[in-house]
């Protein structure tokens, strides 16, 4: 049968067998490429690439169309062993093939190659030390496979040409998710097409810009957040070279964030990165160049938000004309500019919230391997045109030091020249704010400014600065924390020149001022301090140098104001508040650390100078709330001085201060000072003329015991103090000094002020004291008021318990002017004792507020004796008949015969209960018994029996009480008449004391005591 079927079909026409036999040979192509491939590919296939992958691998079908060439595979699926969703799908993939030309060419040719509806699904998965995905087992055992095949020799493989008409992957979806942070990053509309694509083909830019160049690509992608990413242009294979344009468009920023979120805690809840470049990329036998050109960035509506707040905004950043040549290893970018950020911060006692948004990553251990290669390469250079940040906001919430101030710094500019990496030229800069707090509106915060240059080479800095009307209101939070005072005014202004290095060399030269202060003691409710202008002309600061310079200090209006309360403290002692004891016990140091810190202190001291303060209407107002009744006084039109200020151990500055007290009275201050000194030195006078003693009656009832009730004091102090020790001369004149009612107080002198007054006062009514003064101001127990307080006590003191010592200093005596001594049994005054009364009134005359006690006093033993030897002597004159008496008549001169002999031996029978002739048996017998060989004389025995006689009769006329009274009242009066009618005082000054009832037997002679009037 067969044989026939073969004879017949031989006896057929030829063309008939030729065209049975192609079609024959056409039917079994169209049924093995169409029917029979399809069958066996849709059979093998899922299992093949399921072997091959490890992955379950699914396809819906597969065909192949003869008469077109076109291959078509449709729903294939690659799973995920880790999720249910496919690891790698599509819908359609199409291949059509161009026979004839892939036969012209003898090269796979291909018209269309289409992939639609393509999805990838690419994940990082949790757990492991090392990042694993899940296409990781895939990889895992497509590695494993390779390494069994044996390698093949590619040293002299080129690459094979393939070309594609057009290529085309359509409505795309990629899936990128981190298991690890919970980032996903999901691109669900994706597109790529290339035009003319040829493995061999080398394109040009020239050749790029025709339409039908080979190697086109555009590659298109929208994000879920609607953002667009396009990169289009042409390539080549070999040697590889790229040429493209990338452009990302509203390309969302959020969906990163969580890859970060475990290094800042916050938010990123908007923002958006928008990109546009041309780059080019180069196969060289040196390796792979990169450049990019005609770069633009963005990045738009940046947030931050932190515990519920935004943090960080920042509506646009936005880099200019980017260029970048991997080559030559340059970055160049015009303008780095960021627009309106705002930033939101809150300080604490831990610090800003800023610092804790950063959480540090664990701590790794790092490998001590040499680094590699490329570390040894050419640092890349990058230079930035500018660098800005224009109408810039940082609001800060400060409550580290307060309850909760808000701080605003506002318009913040910064403005820079080039940047290059190289740093071969310095930095400029220019940087520009407002700063405030929210008590104030932020048209009346604080500017500054600042510009200069930064040499990153040379690691300095210098610039200018100026800082303007910042109020010090805004400060009152922190001062009335700590202090009871209320800043009620108060503007900063400054401007500088500065410069600093990294050795910590820093120079300023400054100006500043500070205007309208006022600040209130809150206590009392009362301005304390305050003054129109502080102005601070050219400040010199030299940190290195340890010294600071200023040339002039100007104080316009200053006011300040001193009380003492009725507890005797200070306004000043009570502004400070007490705050709560730290609970951190202090650090113990040993003395030799304290000893070395002290020394090392003492050597990098800061040393300072101020050429020149001037002081122009100044003025104080002290009161004494301690005192009954209370004191207040003040000072006004202080004007003057302060020169040459330092703090070097030979400076002296200069002191010239006046104004005046009450608004009346002139006060004066001049000298020399260093207070800065550890043993400070002064050389200093004040004066103050004409003062009401009036005002100070608050003092004087307290202190002294007696109000005022007129009086005007002037004083001049001259102090010097040197090596700690203390030395003053104080002049005190007071005039017309009238006491007034006497107080209770318990406090005041036990002194009789009066008799002081009188004492010290002279004939014009005026006081004039000086008085000086020293002290150790080591000595725990030193006090300057003090001092002074003691060295007027020492005075009145002296007055009141040495008084007629005092009146003769007046005129330069050195008599005791309050005795007057007469000889025994006499009242008249001698010579001696007029000088002595001539003296004491003369002294008198310059004290007129005093009075004078005259009293009286004998010698009981002295003066009766002397009284009986004149009465007795007075009766032997009468009774002898003489007209006179011998010169120093006495008991061992007396006649032993005539008149005088005879009447002394009558009037001894006659007075004394005694005979004579007994008397003399009993001399003769005590004279013969000291010497008992020799007989007595009768000289002798007539001498001494007149000696006796007359000691006898001299005894029993001894004066009586009554006698020496009347002794001393003429004495008292002979004192006081030679005062009046020879010194001419003023009899009502003397007064004479009662000698009858209070007779004073201490000395023969006139007692004298001073009181007042």
């Known amino acids: 049968m067969v044989k026939k079927l073969i004879n017949r079909f031989k006896a057929k026409p030829k063309w008939f067998r030729i065209s049975f036999l192609i079609l024959c040979v056409y039917s079994i192509y169209l049924a093995t490429l169409g029917l029979a491939v399809p069958a066996y590919l849709k059979g093998t296939l899922p299992d093949t690439l399921s072997e091959t992958l490890d992955a379950d691998v699914t396809v819906g079908d597969v065909s192949i169309n003869p008469f077109l060439l076109r291959a078509h595979v449709s729903d ?199 990109i546009d470049l041309n780059a080019t990329l180069n196969q060289t036998s040196e390796g792979v160049v990169v450049a990019v050109s005609d770069g633009q960035l963005s990045v738009s509506d940046l947030t931050l938000i932190h515990d519920g707040k935004p943090t960080v905004t920042i509506p646009a950043i936005v880099v200019d004309n980017i260029n970048l040549n991997s080559q030559t290893q340059v970055v160049t970018l015009d303008r780095i500019a960021i627009t309106q950020p ?24 790092t490998s001590t391997a040499p680094a590699a290669d490329a570390a040894s390469d050419a640092p890349w250079q990058v230079v930035l045109g500018e660098f800005a940040i224009e109408r810039g906001e940082v609001m800060v919430r400060e409550s580290a030091l307060t309850d909760t101030v808000n701080w605003q710094l506002s318009d913040i500019a910064l403005h820079t020249g080039q940047i290059d990496t190289q740093f071969t030229q310095p930095i400029d800069f220019a940087l520009s704010l407002s700063a405030g707090s929210d008590q ?241 030195y002064l050389d200093l006078d004040f004066s103050v003329s004409g003062a009401e003693l009036t005002s100070v009656n608050p003092y004087s009832g307290t202190y002294m015991g007696y109000y005022i009730d007129k009086g005007l004091m002037s004083l001049d102090v001259s102090y010097r103090l040197e090596n700690e020790q203390l030395a003053g001369d104080n002049h005190l004149v007071i005039d017309q000094l009238t006491l007034g009612r006497k107080t209770d107080s318990e406090d005041a002198l036990q002194l009789p002020l009066g008799l002081a007054i009188a004492l010290l006062e002279d004939q014009n009514g005026v006081i004039d004291l000086g008085l000086e003064v020293s002290g150790d101001v080591n000595s725990p127990d030193f006090s300057f008021g003090s001092i002074i307080l003691n060295a007027i006590g020492n005075i009145i003191t002296k007055a009141v318990t040495a008084p007629f010592s005092m009146l003769a200093s007046l005129v330069s005596s050195d008599d005791e002017l309050d005795i007057v001594d007469f000889t025994a049994g006499i009242s008249e005054l001698d010579d001696k004792a007029k000088e002595k009364l001539t003296t004491l009134a003369e002294a008198l005359s310059q004290r007129p507020g005093l009075r004078v006690n005259i009293e009286g006093s004998v010698d009981a033993v002295a003066d009766s004796r002397e009284l009986a030897e004149q009465t007795l002597q007075q009766l032997l004159l009468t009774r002898s008949g003489l007209t006179a008496l011998p010169d120093s008549l006495s008991a061992s001169t007396f006649p032993t015969e005539g008149p005088l002999a005879d009447t002394l031996i009558a009037l001894f029978n006659e007075v004394i209960d005694s005979d004579v002739t007994m008397e003399r048996q009993r001399i003769t017998t005590q004279l013969q018994q000291e010497d008992t060989d020799t007989p007595v004389a009768e000289t002798a025995i007539q001498q001494a029996l007149t000696i006796s006689l007359y000691n006898q009769l001299r005894n029993h006329y001894l004066a009586t009480e009554a006698d020496l009274t009347i002794l001393a009242d003429s004495r008292a009066k002979a004192v006081k008449s030679y005062l009046v009618n020879e010194s001419k005082v003023d009899a009502n000054r003397l ?23």
């Open 440 to 680: 104030l509106s932020q048209t009346q915060h604080a500017k500054f400014s600042t510009d200069g240059k930064v040499d990153v080479t040379e690691q300095q800095v210098a610039g200018a600065l100026t800082f303007d009307d910042f109020a010090l209101t805004q400060l009152q939070p922190y001062i009335g924390k700590y202090a009871n005072v209320k800043m009620n005014n108060g503007h900063v202004f400054a401007s500088a020149d500065y410069s600093a290095d990294a050795q910590g060399d820093i120079k300023v030269a400054a100006n500043a001022r500070l205007t309208e202060l006022d600040v209130v003691d809150t206590i009392k409710n009362e301005p304390l301090l305050a003054w129109d202008a502080l102005n601070v002309s050219d400040i010199q600061f030299n940190n290195l140098g340890h010294s600071l310079s200023i040339e002039d200090v100007q104080l316009a209006a200053p006011y300040a104001n001193i009380q003492i309360a009725e507890d005797k403290q200070t306004n000043i002692s009570n502004l400070l508040r007490e705050q709560p004891a730290s609970d951190e016990a202090p650090a113990s140091t040993s003395n030799k650390t304290t000893d070395e810190s002290e020394s090392q202190e003492d050597s990098s001291a800061m040393q300072f100078a101020i050429a020149n303060v001037t002081i122009t209407d100044g003025s104080a107002y002290f009161a004494d709330y301690s005192l009954t009744p209370r004191f207040a006084s003040g000072i006004a039109e202080l004007n003057g001085s302060i020169s040459q200020l330092s703090s070097q151990a030979e400076s002296r500055a200069g002191v010239d201060l006046q104004g005046k007290i009450d608004s009346y009275a002139p006060v004066k201050l001049q000298g020399e000072l260093n207070p800065f000194l550890s043993a400070p």
């Open 76 to 274: 294939l699926a690659i799973a995920n062993k880790q999720a249910d969703a496919p690891l790698f799908r599509f819908d359609d993939f199409i291949v059509d093939i161009s026979a004839w030309r892939s036969i012209f060419t003898l090269s796979p040719t291909f018209d269309d190659v289409r992939l639609n509806m393509p999805y990838v699904h690419l994940a990082r998965l949790e757990g492991g030390d090392t990042p694993r995905f899940n296409i990781s087992d895939i990889v895992d055992h497509l590695a494993a496979n390779e390494e069994q095949q044996p390698e093949e020799d590619t040293e002299d493989s080129q690459l094979m040409r393939v070309k594609v008409d057009n290529f085309a992957l359509l409505n795309g979806h990629v899936l990128l998710t981190d298991d690890v942070t919970g980032a996903e990053l999901d691109y669900p509309e994706l597109s790529i097409t290339l035009t003319d694509l040829d493995t061999q083909a080398t394109p040009t830019s020239e050749t790029a810009k025709h339409s039908d160049t080979a190697n086109q690509y555009d590659f298109t992608a929208m994000t879920a957040q609607s953002g667009a990413v396009r990169v289009n242009g042409f390539f080549q294979l070999s040697p590889l070279a790229v040429d493209t344009h990338i452009a990302l468009s509203q390309f969302g920023l959020t969906p990163f964030w969580p890859l970060v979120k475990d290094h800042i805690d916050g938010t990123l809840t908007d923002g958006s990165l928008d």
């Open 342 to 365: 705002r930033v939101d911060t809150m300080v604490d006692a831990e610090g800003s919230d800023l610092q804790r948004l950063y959480i540090a990553p664990p701590t790794q251990e």
């Open 991 to 1013: 007064f004479l004391t009662n000698s009858q009832h209070h007779l004073k037997e201490d000395f023969n002679g006139v007692n004298l005591t001073l009181e007042s009037k």
